[in-house]
Every structure is written in structure tokens, then in C-alpha cells.
């Protein structure tokens, strides 16, 4: 009888020790669970081989299926694929958080442009972007001007908002500040010598402007994004004339994304 007793707790024990569900994530990671509730928007699950330890959550958007003990499964694939489709735009909840990049547009003005952005928050809508930007002129009168002014060299922060979240296509809007130096032409009149001088001056500001971007991602390594942005820039420098101007900008970057 003892030994009955004995083989019934042995087998109820190894029945909860292999008793498990299975999460497979979309992003190829699959976790030994226990399943505890699963709704539109998250699951709750404990982990296999703590049945009573503290109760995790995981969006339901990051699962790819579920895989019962008793067999059955939940797929969530398509219903996913279609939930996130917007005019063709597929959803990429499991693509990277960040994202290199190059400004190709500013090339033709001999700058050479390199930002980081990181996709912060559980659905990546928003994005911490910081630019580089130098010269290769430098404050050579040589190179491209865009107007009477070069810029030198600037870096800053952007924030881009994502109101859709990072699907294929994806639309941001946000705020961009921008610190720099600047070279700038200025013609004057000499009263001496009678004629116009040019002077060059090198002077420091600050901007601030509103983007509007777009920001296409065919696979989820690579990203396609153009910004156009307008605002205003700040100049510090002790000529009088026009030390505020209106300031635009207009990206064209090729980026890689992990």
C-alpha cells in the first residue's frame, strides 16, 4: 500500500514537472511556460519550472504562437499581420530598437552626416535621434555654399514621434534642436577704398525646427527615410545685422537598423 501511495505522488509530481506550454516569439526565441490568462493584448505566464513564482506578462503583438500541453495552439500570425496592416504596411514590433544612419542629401553639400537613433518605448513610437554633421571644406572659401553660408559643423537632438509605430512605412513628427558653427559671406561697403569687401566670419548658433519625416523599412535591417524640417536659427556673433533667420533642412538617409 506504501508503495502504491508512493508511485501515485511520484507521477503526480513528474506530471507537473513536464506539464508545460510553449511561447514561440516572433522573434525566433521560444520560452517553457505555464499559462496563466491570455488576452487581446498581453499573456500572463509563470515559468515552467517555478509553477508558484511571481507572474510575468508579455505583449501579445511579440507572439508568434502558443503551443498548449494539451495540444492545442494558438496562432496569432495572421490576425497579427492583418491588425497591423495600414495601405500595405505590415507591422515590425520585432524589428530593432536602433538605427545608423547616413544623410546621403547632405553630401552634395560636402557634409558628411551621421545620426544614431533608439526607438524607446514598448511600441518604438518614440525615436531619440542624435546628428554629427562635419565639413569636409571646413572654413575653406572652397565648396558648396547654400547661399552665403556653410555650416561647419553641428550636432543636436531630435524627437521624433511615431503615431503609427514602426511598420513598413511609418510617419514621424517632433521637435529638432541643433548647435553648430557656421561660415557666412558677408559683402559690405568700404567707405575707404570705395568699393565692396567681402568678409568671412565663422560664428556659432543655435536652432530649433519642427520635422516632418517618412521612413520606409522593406526588410528590418535596412531603413529608407527622408525629414524635411523648418524653424529658425539663432546666430552668436557681435555684427548686428540679421542675428536671427529663418533655418530648413531636408534629410535623405539610408540607415541600418538592429
Known sequence: MKRLIFCLLLCNFSFGLFSQDLITLRSGKTLKVLIQEVNQKEIAYRKAENAKGP?????????????????AVDNFAEPQEKASTLMGSRSLASAGRNILSIDAMALLFQNIELSYEYLAGADKKLGLRIPVSVNMQGTSTNGNMLGNTRNVFYSGLDLNYYPLGQNTSSFFVGPSLRVGSALNFNEYYDPVTGGYTNERLVSQYFSFL????????????LSIGTA??????????NIPQEPAGPAFSFQFSLGYRF
Open 55 to 71: 507572474l510575468y506578462k508579455i505583449y501579445t503583438r511579440d507572439v508568434l504562437r502558443i503551443d498548449y500541453e494539451s495540444g
Open 228 to 237: 524635411f524640417g523648418l524653424g529658425t536659427r539663432r546666430y552668436f556673433t
Open 210 to 221: 519642427l520635422r516632418f519625416g517618412y521612413l520606409y523599412t522593406p526588410v528590418e535591417e
